[in-house]
């Protein structure tokens, strides 16, 4: 199901993703990205959820640029409560919300895991921006390897419980980004 702009999910695209319990400095990178990208035409796509998924969608509608927002729920019980506002500034900027939930589905926690497979899906690349050792950002990442997508990753301090992720995604061979033309070289956008 989808609300706003479906014509947005055929443009280039990129999902922004990392921990709901987000560092100042993990907010601050995951807004400019998406503030910096959304000024190029890339749409943002993330999960609506606290830290790095909001800060990108704010970023994005900052930018007077498109967001997607894919939700673990149905329309009828935005998650969490208090990002219903958010819900309604991305359409207002001709963004989209979607699910594959029916309208009265509440939130479950095994829906957030399962959403994460069309957050990859529907970019052509994904940028990590914070991930604890044990995460559902490294879910998503998963499935963006195994959908063939491209993964940048924003390097983070070695002593920040919220860089272990990121971190061992960069040992492991993901790309180590530190600016947007980076991100835009690999998706051959200038």
Do not use: W
């Amino acid at each position: 199901m989808l609300c706003g702009d479906e014509t947005i999910l055929n443009k280039p695209a990129i999902s922004i993703i990392g921990c709901r319990q987000a560092s100042d400095y993990g907010k601050k990178v995951a807004f400019e990205f998406a503030y910096q990208l959304a000024k190029k035409g890339i749409i943002i796509v993330s999960g609506l959820a606290k830290g790095i998924d909001i800060y990108s969608h704010l970023g994005a509608v900052k930018a007077q640029g498109k967001t997607v927002a894919v939700l673990g729920s149905g329309f009828h019980h935005i998650y969490p409560k208090e990002h219903q506002k958010y819900c309604n500034q991305i359409l207002k900027a001709g963004g989209a919300i979607i699910t594959e939930y029916e309208p009265n589905k509440t939130p479950q926690k095994m829906h957030f895991p399962a959403r994460n497979r069309i957050i990859s899906g529907l970019s052509q690349g994904v940028l990590v921006v914070e991930a604890k050792e044990k995460s559902g950002t490294l879910i998503t990442v998963d499935y963006a390897l195994e959908q063939g997508r491209e993964v940048f990753v924003i390097p983070g301090n070695i002593l920040s419980c919220n860089s272990y992720g990121t971190n061992e995604l960069i040992k492991q061979g993901a790309k180590l980004v530190t600016k947007v033309e980076e991100i835009l070289e690999d998706m051959k956008i200038t």
